[in-house]
Antibody, heavy 118, light 108 residues
Framework: EVRLVESGGGLEQPGGSLRLSCEASGFTFLSYAMSWVRQAPGKGLEWVSTIRGTGDTTNYADSVKGRFTISRDNSKNTLYLQMNSLRAEDTAIYFC???????????WGQGSLVTVAS | DIVLTQSPGTLSLSPGERATLSCRAS???????LAWYQQKVGQAPRLLIYGASSRASGIPDRFSGSGSGTDFTLTISRLEPEDFAVYYC?????????FGQGTKLEIK
């Protein structure tokens, strides 16, 4: 059974930093691209970033480019999102998601709440 | 960037009825790399359809996807009480992997 468990969320001040983690199990982690998707309170889904299985290719939404960094440690089956220069508009539930072998994001974590406020 | 526009914003139907949800892309979605997700309150999204028309594992056959190019449709043939939720389309043909704004399917 595929399992994705996020951690690292919390309350941070504007301009601060947080690092989210997503521990994966139940599949061959290095074989799959992984993504972060966020959802602001009461809003829709927003794709944030994707990293390929080998970690050599990354993509970012314009809204986070230059502030967020996605990475992975395939030896630990863990995905990360380093979030710097946080803004109020970054407040959201952050989901990690596995890119399915046939397409789409076929498995999701339960989400980690990030609140940016003073 | 590909912008996905879903319609209607809210759809009010009764159990047993047929639901038709639309997703229109601002430009062609290559290889029909279009997915549909269901999200219930307080839960993570669940993949329903990938490749525009292929059902994901464990998804009931009352859910079907169709379309190509710029126009895509999710159809739920006979609504069950558990189908009332928010539905999102997403293109994964190229970065940014954009989502539509969602269609809320509510009980009439």
């Amino acid at each position: 059974e595929v399992r994705l468990v996020e951690s690292g969320g919390g309350l941070e001040q504007p301009g601060g930093s947080l690092r989210l983690s997503c521990e994966a199990s139940g599949f061959t982690f290095l074989s799959y691209a992984m993504s972060w998707v966020r959802q602001a309170p009461g809003k829709g889904l927003e794709w944030v970033s994707t990293i390929r299985g080998t970690g050599d290719t990354t993509n970012y939404a314009d809204s986070v480019k230059g502030r967020f960094t996605i990475s992975r440690d395939n030896s630990k089956n863990t995905l990360y999102l380093q979030m710097n220069s946080l803004r109020a508009e970054d407040t959201a539930i952050y989901f990690c998601a596995k890119f399915g072998g046939y397409g789409g994001f076929d498995s999701w974590g339960q989400g980690s709440l990030v609140t940016v406020a003073s | 960037d590909i912008v996905l526009t879903q319609s209607p914003g809210t759809l009010s139907l009764s159990p047993g009825e047929r639901a038709t949800l639309s997703c229109r892309a601002s430009q062609r979605v290559n290889s029909n790399y279009l997915a549909w997700y269901q999200q219930k309150v307080g839960q993570a999204p669940r993949l329903l359809i990938y490749g525009a028309s292929s059902r994901a594992s464990g998804i009931p056959d009352r859910f079907s996807g169709s379309g190509s190019g710029t126009d895509f449709t999710l159809t739920i043939s006979r609504l069950e009480p558990e189908d009332f939720a928010v539905y999102y389309c997403q293109q994964y043909a190229g970065s940014p992997y954009t989502f539509g704004q969602g269609t809320k399917l509510e009980i009439k």
